[in-house]
Structures are given as C-alpha cells and as structure tokens.
C-alpha cells in the first residue's frame, strides 16, 4: 500500500553542525507535505511544509528539498542546536481520497545533538 | 492566543469504563481531527470534524470509538468498554478554513487502560 517513510531511525550530530533527516513517500499523487519536531510529552509541532509543485522551501535555520522523480523528501536543520533533539516526522496529504488533514505520517527520527 | 487544548494530559481507565478526551481547537479554526499514536510510531489518522459534522472517519474503528464536535464546547472522542490495546497518546489537531493549511496539534492525552 502507499506509505511514507524513513531511511534512519536515529541520527546523532555535533551541536553545530547541520543536520539531514530523509524521508522517502510511495505516492507519486501526493501534493502536500509536512515536517513536524515532536518533543518528548509533546504534540507534534510544525516545521515547515512543501506543495508538490516546489522543490525547496527554506525557513528559519530549516529547508525542506522535495524530489519528485525519486520520491524522497529531506529536512537541512543548518547550525544543529541542542533544543532541536526531538524525533522528527515527515507527513504527507493524499491528493485523492483521504480529506484534508487526512496526514500520512512516517514513524519518525530521532535527532540527538551533543554539546 | 492559546493553542489546541486537550484534558486531560493523563487518564487511567480499567477494561471496560469509558474514556472521554476533550479538545478545544485554536481560536478560528473549525476543523478539528483526532490523531492516535503508539509508543515509538508515527500518528495514525483517526477522524475528520467540523462543527456538528463528521467529515471522514475513515481511519475511526468501527466499534467502541465516537467523536462529536458540537455547535458549542469542545471536541470529545469517546472510547467505551476501554481494553489494554486502546493505551496510546491521543493527539487533536485544528486548522483554519483552508485546504492543506498546517494542523496546530495539542499536546495529547496518554491513555493507559489496566
């Protein structure tokens, strides 16, 4: 079936370096796509999103990169901070069939910046 | 501006009571959805409201689970004769009058059935 997900579960980094976090989706009809930061005890929180008919989009210290030949999506976390050690969900929205809000989110990574 | 409120933070239940989880959406938003997540998984999509309507709760089981967003007072999802397998964190989300606007989720009930 179609599916969202992630290459790795994990990722460690270096406070001040940049992070990549990737995500790879199934369904080529997708239009919309959302990262979320969700924190331990915590709701999800929006980053930053991406219609399919863009290919980058930055925010402040975040980018999100959309490839649509290879299905794959990426979240660029510049300056990698110890506040951004959250587990990182990438969701995306069904053009067709699912309503609005019907979000398909992947499992997750989890960033953990050491000082 | 007070973001997506959801009570309780915590609720413990025993097989078989019911459990209500309330959410009140952001102020001027109208949609309202209900996410549920497992330990070390992703939310999965449960129901779509708007006010005193269900739009999609495709993603709803069909036994034991309701969800109401009346004219007045907060959302409610509604989980009766509880069992072990309903112990998750129940997420609500709101969003404007807009297509693929970003949902504001809340911070969640964690629901633990004994």
């Known amino acids: 079936g179609e599916s969202v997900g992630l290459h790795l579960p994990t990722l460690s980094v270096q406070e001040g370096d940049n992070s990549i976090i990737n995500c790879a989706y199934s369904n080529s009809a997708s239009d919309y796509f959302i990262w979320y930061k969700q924190e331990s005890g915590k709701g999800p929180q929006f980053i930053i999103d991406i219609r399919s008919n863009m290919d980058k989009r930055q925010g402040q210290r975040v980018t999100v990169l959309l490839n649509k030949t290879v299905k794959h999506l990426s979240l660029q976390i510049a300056a990698t901070q110890p506040g951004d050690s959250a587990v990182y969900f990438c969701a995306e929205s069904p053009i067709y069939g699912g309503s609005q809000g019907n979000l398909i989110f992947g499992k997750g990574t989890k960033l953990s910046v050491k000082p | 501006n007070a973001g997506v409120m959801q009570n309780p933070r915590h609720l413990v239940r025993r097989r078989g009571q019911e459990a209500r989880l309330r959410c009140s959406p952001m102020?001027?938003?109208?949609?309202v959805y209900w996410y549920r997540q497992l330990p070390e998984e992703g939310l999965k999509f449960m129901v779509y409201?708007?006010?005193?309507?269900?739009?999609?709760e495709s993603g709803m089981p069909k036994e034991r689970f309701s969800a109401e967003f009346p004219k007045e007072g907060p959302s409610i999802l509604r989980i009766q004769q509880v069992v072990r397998g309903d112990s998750a964190a129940y997420f609500c989300?709101?969003?404007?009058?807009?297509?693929?606007?970003?949902?504001?989720f809340g911070n969640g009930t964690r629901l633990t059935v004994t």
């Open positions: 989300a709101s969003s404007p009058d807009s297509l693929n606007s970003p949902l504001h």
């Open positions: 102020k001027g938003h109208s949609h």
């Open positions: 409201l708007q006010k005193e309507n269900i739009i999609d």
